[in-house]
């Protein structure tokens, strides 16, 4: 029989791009990948409807391999990676395994961050030791609400559509408000939220505070039934005048609104990757089955015609992993790029996000085509890359904002942009 694939795939990416201790990182997870979560996936999601056992014990083996604290400074005992390239590499190993594994080490990167970012000496004195130790620590960053899907992500609202309101009461902030579908909610041991301390302030009036559990009027209501996804937990919870420390919000007045920034540019970079990973595994899974199955004589890859719609999937999936890689690089040294959190910088994330979760939606249909019915059988995975995938493209803003901020790069785009033709028409009776 033919080999599966002849693709180096040590080759995928330009290897000069990230250290050699970063490579050996990427390529233990991918290790890890292939022998932890590859032959268990499908019992994994199916524990998923009962006590999640087999989740939580393949993220203690995560937790056993050091992945629950890298993104800490060595001070802290931490590895120092806040690289948006070598994160979105690692999303990707895990996108062509079981995606949602990702989601308990990549959220406590995610919440963990801006104060990292911004120095925040008394919260990651009080937390960042927690994420060190022999058990799980999860963290959560909350952003979404039930007022909007992508309010606080949109730029032309500047926070207007925060609607968890956060007032400065003495010493503490006294927090107010609900936040649906973050994940890792009703798990996480801490949470950082997105607040608002007064719309009319626009970006100043953006307040990210961190708030542990149990705090006093923090309440979680119930987990969400997904389709795909199954491996992390979103859901949703309130706030009724929730008391933490002023020192646990991330940095201040207008900083906390680049720090928000940044992280949604962040994020959008590792969903790319991990849209990337899901494409990948299905390329995997329909070169495997088209080598093996033989149609008219001969295996399906080698019709002419199965030949060219693998070579679109395979187009797909390179340039949208040249497409992150690149702008991750891009964002990873600003000294030469330019300010992480600029409108040019936002474009090229998004324009990755876009793209890849396109191309993985395109790759998983393509390969259900090539693969007939086994392709909707649960036993060939496919289907699953196919379920998994849709969140990715949806969450940060789905492909709607996203397209919004990729124009952002090229012209000075405002949604609320003046139109005087439209002021007249409202005058007519």
């Not at 993220?59 to 690289?83: A, H, I, R």
Request: hydrophobic share 40%.
């Amino acid at each position: 029989m033919e080999p599966v694939s002849t693709e180096i795939g040590q080759n995928r990416f330009m290897r000069e791009l990230v250290s050699p201790g970063d490579r050996l990182l990427i390529e233990a997870i991918g290790e890890f990948v292939d022998r932890e979560i590859m032959p268990i996936r499908r019992e994994m999601e199916a524990s998923t409807r009962g006590d999640f056992k087999l989740v939580e014990k393949v993220q203690q083996k995560l937790v056993d391999l050091g992945m629950q604290g890298p993104f800490l400074p060595p001070e802290y005992g931490g590895w120092n990676l806040t690289s948006a390239l070598v994160t979105s590499l690692v999303a990707e190993e895990f996108g062509r395994g079981e995606p949602s594994c990702f989601a308990a080490v990549g959220s406590g990167s995610w919440a963990m961050r801006p104060a990292v970012i911004a120095g925040n000496k008394a919260v990651l004195d009080e937390f960042a030791p927690k994420f060190l130790g022999d058990e799980p620590y999860i963290a959560c960053f909350a952003m979404t609400e039930p007022s909007g899907g992508c309010n606080i992500e949109n730029l032309d609202m500047m926070g207007k559509g925060i609607q968890t309101r956060a007032v400065l009461d003495g010493d503490e902030w006294v927090i107010n408000g609900a936040k649906v579908w973050p994940t890792n909610s009703g798990i996480s041991d801490l949470y950082l939220v997105v607040c608002n301390t007064d719309p009319e302030l626009g970006d100043d009036g953006i307040a990210m505070i961190y708030v542990p559990v149990p705090t006093p009027g923090f309440t979680f209501g119930r987990f969400e039934e997904k389709v795909g996804f199954r491996c992390s937990r979103e859901g949703d919870f309130s706030f009724d005048n929730v008391r933490v420390p002023k020192e646990w919000r991330a940095a201040g007045p207008g900083e906390d609104a680049v720090l928000l920034h940044d992280n949604l540019i962040f994020a959008r970079l590792f969903s790319a990757g991990w849209a990337i990973g899901i494409a990948q595994g299905a390329f995997d899974e329909v070169l495997a089955f088209t080598s093996e199955r033989s149609v008219a004589g001969k295996p399906i890859r080698q019709h002419t015609v199965a030949a060219g719609i693998l070579a679109d999937m395979a187009t797909g999936i390179q340039v949208g992993r040249d497409s992150y890689v690149n702008a991750a690089y891009m964002f990873d040294h600003p000294q030469a790029y330019g300010s992480r959190t600029s409108k040019q910088m936002l474009s090229r994330s998004s324009l990755a996000k876009v793209f890849c979760c396109d191309t993985a939606v395109m790759v998983t249909n393509k390969a259900m085509e090539l693969m007939g019915s086994y392709g909707y059988a649960a036993g060939y995975n496919v289907e699953k890359y196919w379920r998994d995938n849709k969140i990715i493209q949806i969450w940060e803003g789905g492909g709607q904002l996203g397209r919004l901020d990729v124009a952002r790069g090229y012209y000075d785009y405002n949604q609320f942009h003046e139109n005087e033709l439209y002021e007249r028409m409202k005058k007519i009776p």
